[in-house]
T-cell receptor
Framework: KNEVEQSPQNLTAQEGEFITINCSYS?????LHWLQQHPGGGIVSLFM???GKKKHGRLIATINIQEKHSSLHITASHPRDSAVYICAVMYSGGGADGLTFGKGTHLIIQP | DTGVSQNPRHKITKRGQNVTFRCDPI?????LYWYRQTLGQGPEFLTYFQNEAQLEKSRLLSDRFSAERPKGSFSTLEIQRTEQGDSAMYLC??????????????FGPGTRLTVL
């Protein structure tokens, strides 16, 4: 079964801390997405990666294709970063072309 | 607002009733996806369209679920004879696909369904 595993499931940290969220997947992919979901349901796409590293503001996403692993980092975390962060992959094999999602990491940044 | 929109935002229905949700994608986006998200879980893929063609529907949860995109613009998702287990957030996303599966999907706000 093609699965996406995220860790940790829950993370509480103090404002200013460096945050790392991990994602691993089981088979070859064409792309990996990091998404942010706030209470109420809205999902925002943060990054789409097929190799290497991307940076946007205080957010950094990396992917290691050989190890089938990706990380999302938040530098100088702030309470407004509190949200659920979801990793999702598009598998490169045949079949359905929708994303396969992890269960999400619930991040709380305390002031 | 030129983002993905979904209507209604909330729907409460009684078991056994039919419900229909609408998704308006970002204009010029040729792909449209439907996902379902239950409490505490990540979304799960249901179906998607490339223009008006439904390219994958084997992941629809049962034959009570159907989706259409008749003119390649907006889409509807219908659930017939709703059950309490259908209570969830139904998410729509759209993207521009240029031949590779590396397009960014833009999500709508979702329709929260509660089946009593």
């Amino acid at each position: 079964k093609n699965e996406v595993e995220q860790s940790p499931q829950n993370l509480t940290a103090q404002e200013g801390e460096f945050i790392t969220i991990n994602c691993s997947y089981s088979v070859g992919i064409s792309a990996l997405h990091w998404l942010q979901q706030h209470p109420g349901g809205g999902i925002v796409s943060l990054f789409m990666l097929s190799s290497g590293k991307k940076k946007h503001g205080r957010l950094i996403a990396t992917i290691n294709i050989q190890e089938k692993h990706s990380s999302l980092h938040i530098t100088a975390s702030h309470p407004r970063d509190s949200a659920v962060y979801i990793c999702a992959v598009m598998y490169s094999g045949g079949g359905a072309d929708g994303l396969t999602f992890g269960k999400g990491t619930h991040l709380i940044i305390q002031p | 607002d030129t983002g993905v929109s979904q209507n209604p935002r909330h729907k409460i229905t009684k078991r056994g009733q039919n419900v229909t949700f609408r998704c308006d994608p970002i204009s010029e986006h040729n792909r449209l996806y439907w996902y379902r998200q239950t409490l505490g879980q990540g979304p799960e893929f249901l179906t998607y369209f490339q223009n008006e063609a439904q390219l994958e529907k084997s992941r629809l949860l049962s034959d009570r679920f159907s989706a259409e995109r008749p003119k390649g613009s907006f889409s509807t998702l219908e659930i017939q004879r709703t059950e309490q287990g259908d209570s969830a957030m139904y998410l729509c996303a759209s993207s521009i696909n240029r031949g590779k599966n590396t397009d960014t999907q833009y999500f709508g706000p979702g329709t929260r369904l509660t089946v009593l």
